[in-house]
């Protein structure tokens, strides 16, 4: 059985292009995610695309942005590479699972699945205290975080986000781990998470690369930009500007929910 063909008529302008992946960049350096929650709405508003395509694109969008923002990170020492091994491990049989499941699930449901998600991440993040660094990696951690990164890796593979929208407060509420760290481990564990689920997508015709390549390198710089910045912002305004951020993506999303089919197209 053929992959479908990509039924969509490209309008991205290189303007549309560098905004979308300039702001991807700069939230992906910032909070360390992987501007899924920009690129999304983005292509989805800008350039006309379908919900599922724009998914697919997306996630392919953020390998490079989260490339830059993590090796920003590194850098200057910010990054726990033994969690990244362990989340890595999780997220990457997870892109496999959600990337099938992006194939069958009702769009509606789509929507609300990539509302609760980042609704919920809005809230532990106001929530979220001062935080004292992690303990020691054991085994019962080292598979907590497995768990933690088959659920990022499924959401990263069916919403086309990076996955940082749960790695990062999952990592600072559960395991103490300090914010500008877990910003650094998250973008690490986004780039091998992209990787697999944008190999997957593209097999089944559900990425447009020309226009990730597009968007992904525009906000390569900005993600550098992001990242420096990140490290020089305090933990409860960068919190707050991201939970900001989260509900007027959610209530933008929810409002599609208006105009978007009840039955999968």
Same mark, same amino acid.
């Given at each position: 059985?053929?992959?479908?063909?990509?039924?969509?008529?490209?309008?991205?302008?290189?303007?549309?292009?560098? =905004?979308? !992946?300039?702001?991807? %960049?700069?939230?992906?350096?910032?909070? $360390?995610? &992987? +501007? /899924?929650? @920009?690129? *999304? #709405?983005?292509?989805?508003?800008?350039?006309?695309?379908?919900?599922?395509?724009?998914?697919?694109?997306?996630?392919?969008?953020?390998?490079?942005?989260?490339?830059?923002?993590?090796?920003?990170?590194?850098?200057?020492?910010?990054?726990?590479?033994?969690?990244?091994?362990?989340?890595?491990?999780?997220?990457?049989?997870?892109?496999?699972?959600?990337?099938?499941?992006?194939?069958?699930?009702?769009?509606?449901?789509?929507?609300?699945?990539?509302?609760?998600?980042?609704?919920?991440?809005?809230?532990?993040?106001?929530?979220?205290?001062?935080?004292?660094?992690?303990?020691?990696?054991?085994?019962?951690?080292?598979?907590?975080?497995? =768990?933690? !990164?088959?659920?990022? %890796?499924?959401?990263?593979?069916?919403? $086309?986000? &990076? +996955? /940082?929208? @749960?790695? *990062? #407060?999952?990592?600072?509420?559960?395991?103490?781990?300090?914010?500008?760290?877990?910003?650094?481990?998250?973008?690490?564990?986004?780039?091998?998470?992209?990787?697999?689920?944008?190999?997957?997508?593209?097999?089944?015709?559900?990425?447009?690369?020309?226009?990730?390549?597009?968007?992904?390198?525009?906000?390569?710089?900005?993600?550098?930009?992001?990242?420096?910045?990140?490290?020089?912002?305090?933990?409860?305004?960068?919190?707050?500007?991201?939970?900001?951020?989260?509900?007027?993506?959610?209530?933008?999303?929810?409002?599609?929910?208006?105009?978007?089919?009840?039955?999968?197209?």
């Amino acid at each position: 059985m053929t992959a479908p063909a990509i039924e969509h008529e490209r309008s991205t302008t290189p303007v549309t292009g560098l =905004v979308v !992946g300039a702001i991807a %960049g700069l939230l992906s350096g910032l909070f $360390g995610v &992987g +501007g /899924g929650i @920009v690129i *999304v #709405p983005g292509l989805m508003a800008l350039a006309k695309m379908e919900r599922r395509l724009a998914h697919g694109t997306s996630l392919a969008a953020t390998l490079p942005i989260a490339l830059a923002s993590a090796i920003t990170f590194a850098a200057s020492g910010k990054v726990d590479w033994p969690f990244v091994l362990a989340l890595s491990i999780g997220s990457i049989a997870g892109a496999v699972l959600g990337t099938q499941l992006l194939q069958v699930i009702d769009k509606r449901l789509l929507v609300i699945v990539f509302v609760v998600t980042i609704l919920f991440t809005a809230i532990r993040l106001i929530l979220t205290d001062e935080t004292s660094g992690r303990g020691d990696l054991t085994v019962g951690v080292f598979l907590a975080l497995v =768990v933690i !990164g088959l659920l990022t %890796g499924t959401l990263a593979g069916l919403l $086309g986000i &990076g +996955g /940082g929208v @749960v790695m *990062v #407060p999952a990592m600072i509420v559960l395991f103490s781990i300090d914010p500008v760290v877990a910003k650094g481990t998250s973008v690490a564990v986004i780039v091998p998470t992209s990787i697999m689920g944008t190999i997957r997508n593209r097999k089944k015709a559900n990425a447009d690369i020309p226009i990730a390549i597009a968007v992904g390198g525009a906000g390569i710089v900005s993600a550098v930009i992001g990242s420096t910045i990140s490290k020089s912002i305090s933990d409860t305004v960068a919190n707050t500007m991201f939970a900001v951020l989260l509900i007027i993506v959610a209530v933008l999303q929810l409002r599609t929910l208006r105009t978007t089919p009840a039955a999968s197209s």
